[in-house]
């Protein structure tokens, strides 16, 4: 693979080691970690290319509902359309692009606030203040740049590549796993955005290493947990699924909230379920409710996670919800608290003067999936690059 324009060397003796099989293998060096020019690559091979999550539909239900964000520091305006799609526009005004829209709303047109540029929701411009002379410019030639936009069962997703990979082939897994709850119906009720002193990876890694959960979250998700043989399906493009396993929703007893998601009706009572989908998201299934993190980079040794959690229609929009929700809160802050001091210390380590990464257990195989799929993408793999040629 090309690596022409960044500064890296490719740490090939801590990748063989991390590549071995799972009884032989040693965690990586702290690189991919924490420097910079690593992020610089995963903003172009990763984030730059894959299709990302960015939220549920239901946050902008009407023609003209809007949201704007900042995807790994892309300008993204999510908009839905007067025909009812929702669209992604790159939130830069085609005069000198600064965001035409801030925050989320509703929108009749998008008025830059700079100098006063006008466009319409399909991102056409349909006004420019003081442009009559402007030689050659023709208003009705220019629009905002689209991106690709897909959604699965609610869940939206947009591209940064003009050429992304074909979303049901990307979505397949997904599909396959979680399709059968059926989310299309289901409505976010909470969601937070929380800012941590890690690597975006580690808190992707984190979430599917099963092998701390009995010991960290002893007093919370880890009471029910047998996680002495976690059932790893690990599959292409550093994907990992759990199919089933013991934990019990964010209530104190464990039981669930409200009654279950119709579709979970028939499982046991504290079935969960969980999978990474590549890049960044970690996605878990409580009988009651489901709940996306996905993980991004701020810079190398920074992140924001973001916290969405869906719960069948009819329990947001009861009265009781608030009482729902403080308890929910309650329990994850909680639970997250703990793995948040491990994450930012995990980060410390990667440059511990006199730390050597140790072996893995063959609880993290999991984890050495999506970290070998990582390493991968941000270094290549000149063993397979030689074999193809
Ligand atoms: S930057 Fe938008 S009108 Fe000038
Ligand atoms: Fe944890």
């Not at 969405?308 to 009482?323: A, D, G, L």
């Not at 403080?326 to 730390?355: P, Y």
């Amino acid at each position: 693979m090309d690596n022409s324009g960044n500064t890296f060397n490719r740490p090939s003796a801590s990748i063989a080691r991390a590549s071995l099989p799972i009884t032989q293998a040693n965690h990586p060096t702290g690189e991919m970690y924490y420097d910079p020019a690593v992020l610089e690559r995963e903003k172009q091979v990763i984030f730059g290319q894959d299709w990302l999550c960015i939220g549920r539909a239901e946050e902008i239900p009407n023609a003209g509902d809007y949201k704007a964000l900042r995807i790994v520091e892309q300008p993204v305006l999510l908009c839905r359309q007067a025909d009812g799609r929702i669209a992604a526009f790159s939130n830069t005004c085609l005069h000198r692009g600064v965001e035409i829209a801030n925050g989320s709303g509703n929108a009749k047109e998008f008025s830059c606030p700079y100098h006063g540029w006008l466009y319409g929701l399909d991102g056409q411009l349909i006004g420019a203040p003081y442009m009559r002379d402007a030689e050659g410019f023709d208003r009705k030639a220019c629009k905002l740049p689209e991106l690709p936009c897909e959604s699965f069962q609610g869940w939206v997703f947009v591209s940064l590549s003009k050429t992304p990979p074909q979303f049901e082939a990307f979505v397949a897994e997904f599909a396959e796993k979680f399709g059968y709850i059926d989310m299309e119906p289901m409505r976010l009720g909470i969601q937070r955005d929380i800012p941590l002193n890690c690597n975006w990876k580690l808190m992707v890694e984190n979430f599917i290493d099963f092998y701390h959960i009995g010991v960290l979250h002893k007093d919370t998700i880890g009471r029910y947990m047998k996680t002495t043989d976690v059932p790893y399906e690990t599959r292409t493009r550093g994907q990992v699924f759990i199919n089933e396993y013991d934990a019990g929703s964010h209530t104190k007893s464990g039981e669930v909230f409200v009654e279950p998601i119709p579709a979970l009706k028939g499982k046991p009572p504290r079935f969960s379920q969980a999978g990474v989908i590549t890049p960044n998201v970690n996605f878990f299934v409580r009988p009651d409710y489901v709940m996306l993190y996905s993980s991004w980079p701020v810079d190398a040794k920074t992140m924001v996670m973001k916290q969405f959690i869906v719960f069948p229609r009819h329990v947001v929009e009861s009265p009781t919800f608030p009482e729902v929700k403080r308890q929910f809160l309650e329990m994850s802050d909680k639970i997250l608290g703990e793995d948040f001091e491990m994450v930012e210390s995990l980060q410390n380590a990667t440059k511990a003067r006199h730390f050597v990464p140790g072996r893995m257990s063959r609880l993290e195989k999991g984890v050495q999936h999506f970290i070998l799929h990582n390493l991968d993408r941000i270094y290549g793999n000149p063993e397979m690059a030689a074999a193809a040629d």
